[in-house]
């Protein structure tokens, strides 16, 4: 398929996570947002808490219905920088509606401008929503994302935590570790606690994948596999990340297979990391008897322990 690149729209990328992906760039032109991450693949910049430079919903819906066809699965609201900055946010969403068809609406976001109530409730008429949350401590939170000064921690949580509970349609969770900054017992243990209240389809672990503005580095996907095993089992978390990752082949015993999968569901890409040949050859064996299933979630397939598919989460 061929890949647009112009101003305004870019792709479309498939997307492991989101499956065929048309993006729309909020901010073409400059970066502009409220946050200066030292993973950011862009180049550090000034934080703001509204954008100086604006394009129109005509410019974006007449590029848009120019490249949308019913191969896109989703069109993902982005941006230079951050996205629900851009000052016409419902408008877009409601245009962007008359001519979507069947396409399904989809923004990354960093959650901080949740705190407005106009981007909130425009968010709530997207089709999917993935908010970002890399720390809960304020001092982890002010070094890894460097956010604008008018930015609290504390209030992100809240409105992020009120959203997932009002919100109708797919909302992820995306964390991003930092090594030595957010991967320690003490935060990692913050973020479950915060986790546990939030309504989320899926939470992605990930690290560092692309060049950094700052001289920071990311974390191993063993590292992250160790991590996802200190959430709560009732967590719904997903390793997105494999930039980093080694094999580890190791040796699986049958009821260790199925007390990993019990803690955490795990996708074919992690077990051909983690098991070796003649642990996978048991896998296979546990899938035939119908002791291990396969559970779909949103262009994921995770296998998990059956018995685990007739409980419910409590919450």
Do not use: W
Not at 96 to 124: F, H, Q
Not at 176 to 183: A, D, G, S
Not at 239 to 245: F, P, T
Request: aromatic residues 6%.
């Amino acid at each position: 398929m061929l890949v647009v690149k112009n101003n305004i729209i870019f792709g479309p990328i498939n997307s492991r996570r989101f499956g065929m992906s048309l993006g729309i760039d909020l901010s073409p032109m400059l970066k502009q947002c409220n946050f200066d991450c030292l993973y950011c693949e862009l180049a550090p910049a000034l934080t703001m808490d509204k954008q100086s430079h604006t394009i129109t919903v005509n410019e974006i819906i007449y590029e848009l219905k120019k490249h949308l066809n019913t191969s896109i699965d989703v069109i993902t609201l982005t941006a230079n920088g951050e996205p629900t900055l851009y000052p016409q946010m419902s408008e877009l969403i409601d245009a962007i509606d008359k001519v979507k068809g069947n396409t399904e609406t989809l923004i990354l976001t960093n959650s901080a401008t949740l705190v407005d109530k106009n981007v909130y409730n425009s968010l709530l008429k997207l089709d999917q929503v993935k908010l970002s949350l890399d720390a809960i401590s304020p001092d982890i939170f002010k070094k890894i994302d460097r956010p604008h000064e008018s930015i609290k921690v504390a209030e992100i949580v809240e409105r992020v935590t009120a959203f997932s509970k009002e919100y109708k349609g797919k909302l992820f969770i995306e964390i991003l570790f930092v090594h030595e900054l957010n991967n320690t017992k003490e935060e990692i243990q913050k973020l479950n606690n915060v986790l546990l209240n939030i309504n989320a389809l899926r939470i992605d672990l990930g690290t560092i994948d692309r060049p950094p503005a700052y001289p920071v580095v990311g974390i191993s996907y063993k590292e992250l596999h160790e991590i996802s095993m200190v959430f709560d089992s009732s967590l719904p978390i997903h390793i997105a990340s494999r930039i980093h990752a080694e094999p580890n082949n190791a040796p699986y015993t049958t009821e260790e297979i199925l007390n990993t999968l019990n803690k955490r569901p795990l996708t074919q890409d992690d077990i051909n990391l983690l098991l070796d040949e003649e642990s996978k050859i048991r896998l296979q064996d546990l899938i035939k008897t119908k002791e291990v299933s396969i559970k779909n979630v949103v262009n994921l397939e995770f296998l998990v322990p059956s018995e685990n598919l007739k409980r419910k989460r409590i919450k």
